[in-house]
């Protein structure tokens, strides 16, 4: 079975830093494209960064300039710098995944769990 697990969320006051990790398991040919989601509290879960399989990363507005996306292909690992942390950025954040199980399988969307990022004083 191939899922996502997330870590590295936790409290940090504002300016400060974290640093989120995904990593796929299981049985994985390959990984066409992985991204960080994130839901804040009344709130619509949004796209914060995408990782596509030609290497280049896009992020959302609000987190241009702040956050900076990373990949491991040999661990698949998916990794989110996230500096100068906002009130607003407090949120779930929950990694999403479409990978291929076989060279033959046709392409699948996973999720993980989520790991809470909340930004206080």
């Known amino acids: 079975h191939v899922q996502l697990v997330e870590s590295g969320g936790g409290w940090v006051e504002p300016g400060g830093s974290l640093s989120l990790s995904c990593v796929a398991s299981?049985?994985?040919?390959?990984?066409?494209?992985m991204e960080w989601y994130r839901q804040a509290p009344g709130k619509q879960r949004e796209l914060v960064e995408s990782?596509?399989?030609?290497?280049?990363?896009n992020y959302a507005d609000s987190v241009k300039g702040r956050f900076t996306i990373a990949r491991d292909n040999g661990k698949k690992t998916l990794y989110l710098q996230m500096n100068s942390l906002k009130p607003e950025d407090t949120a779930v954040y929950y990694c999403?995944?479409?990978?291929?199980?076989?060279?033959?399988?046709?392409?699948?969307?996973?999720w993980g769990q989520g790991t809470q990022v909340t930004v206080s004083s």
């Open positions: 299981g049985t994985i040919f390959s990984i066409i494209a």
């Open positions: 999403h995944a479409v990978m291929r199980t076989d060279y033959s399988a046709n392409p699948r969307i996973y």
């Open positions: 990782f596509s399989s030609n290497g280049s990363g």
